[in-house]
């Protein structure tokens, strides 16, 4: 019994270490999709920049072909003035034109705006591209070092469910399901020292028969409290 107690203490300790392996891969995984994350969101942005660009241009030539047509207007009124004959046709087509050519000329401030609009777009547009040229390689190489982490501790890993398999095989099967079940049950312990009357998992008194009954060493016993199985801890001789 004795070497079963021993054997579940250390299967208590790989598991530990397993835990603690996947959490630490698991955060290294968080942290790659982290830095994907990054990557996509950028391309995203410089997408959005260059679509607001095609937007203003599309914008830009409607002004453009506005503002041709109302040159054209203009140009038309102008040649009929030629030909009226009295100051009542001419005052209407006079007021036309000035209209048009107010027109013609807010059509003018607008298209300046998109033109400027598109300028710093497109500045922008380049400081970004640059910006992704170097956060894709960044982003290579970060992605490479963090799967070359994660593939170690995955090596790691396999090696101490090795050795856990190995132990597991040595011990009767319900007594690997039991220590199973108080894992789950007991937040990662199933295992507990037992050191001056008490257990070290749960801190409760044991009972002083139970716990004297440690010392022999020759059956599996449980805390009364918690259910995990204790295990004999005495204080080291004082030097």
């Given at each position: 019994m004795k070497k079963r107690l021993e054997m579940l203490e250390q299967l208590q300790e790989i598991d530990y270490l397993i835990d603690n392996l996947k959490t630490t891969q698991s955060g290294l995984t968080e942290e790659m999709s982290g830095i994907e994350q990054a990557l996509i969101d950028a391309r995203q942005e410089l997408s959005g920049l260059e679509g607001r660009v095609v937007l203003l241009e599309q914008e830009k030539g409607e002004l453009e072909s506005s503002q041709t047509v109302e040159q054209e207007n203009i140009r038309r009124s102008e040649t009929n003035m030629k030909e009226i004959k009295t100051n009542k046709e001419y005052q209407a087509v006079g007021r036309e034109i000035a209209a048009a050519r107010k027109q013609a000329a807010e059509i003018d401030e607008q298209t300046l705006q998109k033109v400027s609009q598109i300028e710093e777009l497109n500045t922008e547009i380049a400081t970004r591209k640059e910006t992704l040229a170097e956060l894709e390689q960044n982003t290579s190489q970060r992605r490479d070092e963090k799967q070359a982490e994660i593939s170690k501790i995955q090596q790691d890993i396999d090696?101490?469910?090795?050795?856990?398999e190995a132990i597991t095989k040595e011990l009767p099967p319900n007594l690997v399901k039991r220590y199973n079940a108080l894992r789950k049950q007991r937040r990662g312990q199933a295992v507990a020292g037992a050191r001056?009357?008490?257990?070290?998992?749960?801190n409760m008194n044991l009972p002083p028969q139970l716990y004297n009954s440690l010392y022999k060493g020759d059956e599996l016993i449980s805390c009364p409290h918690c259910q995990r199985v204790l295990i004999l801890k005495l204080q080291p001789a004082a030097q």
């Open positions: 090696a101490d469910v090795a050795r856990r001056d009357g008490y257990c070290l998992g749960c």
